[in-house]
């Protein structure tokens, strides 16, 4: 995964300059008392007392295109909507950062070039994060967040897509996870990667009619994308942010998929109970009682991205923490394995 950093055109502030300005209190107009940088592959987002600012990068690579302004103003756009159908008032608006002419900037001022445009959010309790609640949480607090989930599954407009169509797309998906996880840079043993790619593979071709049934039965939607339990917040109401905006395709799910994806990194947090009520909760709320064999695979195969995505950092170049990712793309490719074993 190559991500490469666009030009800033000459005559306006590069990311940097925009970072500066955002990382002071006094841009805020006194509403902020400090702010903290959270950094991300493809965004910086700012964290003031009560809100969050997120800037896109100029970022390009082989699956997104953030390098041009208009295209990050048209990301952020699906950002906001994609993201107020598992929330509530916390995707507020876009925010233009405007350079005045005598070149200063001004966030959310009146006349100016607009050389950046931010989604404004409430900020959300961090205590409330499940991440945070993880070790403690029980399953009736938990309930309510599956529940909003299970109701939004329940009126999404099943996705028009034959058999053949989500075959291909499984194939494609995992063939492409295959190849990413052979770079050299992974220095990944192939003995280890050739059978755990190829037998999910292979599960897809010899159970092609249940997976033809997913698609043309209506179960596949278009889905949050990138539900991990840091986006999950126990709030009352409960909230779900961070949606994959960028990419609809990655958002077209089986929420067998989603639900499991979930349910395994409450599982790699150390709450394997918590993996197994979700899932039941899921089949319960949704009327779906798929074969057990389904949600291994969907696991496995969520394991192998989220083995392929935290061996990605290690191709970053000059890396802070590369023993961290090794250990962390290891993991995955062992639930990986195991969820396959099982199939």
């Known amino acids: 995964m190559t991500v490469t950093l666009s030009p800033t055109p000459s005559n306006q502030p590069d990311l940097e300059e925009k970072t500066r300005f955002l990382l002071d209190p006094a841009s805020y107009g006194g509403t902020t008392g400090q702010v903290t940088l959270v950094e ?15 800037m896109k990068k100029p970022v390009r690579s082989s699956y997104l295109d953030f390098s041009s302004l208009d295209k990050r103003y048209g990301v952020c756009s699906e950002e906001l909507r994609l993201n107020r159908r598992l929330t509530d008032d916390v995707y507020l608006e876009l925010t233009a950062l405007r350079m005045q002419p005598g070149g200063a900037l001004v966030l959310d001022g009146e006349g100016g070039l607009v050389v950046e445009w931010l989604v404004k959010m409430r900020r959300l309790p961090d205590r409330d994060c499940l991440v945070k609640r ?5 399953e009736t607090e938990l309930t309510p967040l599956l529940r909003r989930l299970c109701d939004f599954y329940r009126h999404s407009e099943p996705l028009q897509m034959t058999g053949e169509q989500y075959l291909a797309h499984l194939r494609r998906q995992i063939g492409a996870l295959w190849r990413q996880l052979l770079l050299p840079g992974l220095e990944l043993d192939p003995r280890m990667v ?9 599960f897809v071709d010899s159970n092609t009619d249940l997976f033809a049934r997913r698609a043309e039965g209506g179960r596949i ?16 109401p409960p909230q779900i942010i961070d949606c994959l905006e960028f990419d609809r395709d990655l958002r077209c799910v089986d929420p067998v998929d989603e639900a499991g994806y979930l349910a395994l990194e409450c599982e790699m947090l150390g709450r394997a109970d918590l993996s197994e009520f979700i899932l039941t909760i899921y089949g319960r709320e949704c009327d779906d009682e798929p074969p057990e064999k389904l949600s291994c695979f969907y696991r496995a195969y969520r394991a192998l991205l989220r083995g392929q995505l935290a061996g990605a950092h290690l191709l970053d170049g000059d890396i802070a923490e590369p023993e961290k990712w090794r250990q962390k793309t290891d993991r995955y490719l062992a639930a990986a394995s195991d969820y396959a074993n099982r199939l």
């Open 40 to 54: 991300t592959h493809m965004a910086r987002v700012f964290l003031t007392d009560d809100h969050a600012y997120k």
């Open 221 to 236: 939607l278009e889905g949050h994308g990138d539900l991990r339990p840091e986006h999950c917040f126990l709030t009352t």
């Open 134 to 138: 993880i070790d403690t949480v029980t």
């Open 194 to 202: 050739n059978p755990l790619a190829s037998g999910l593979l292979q």
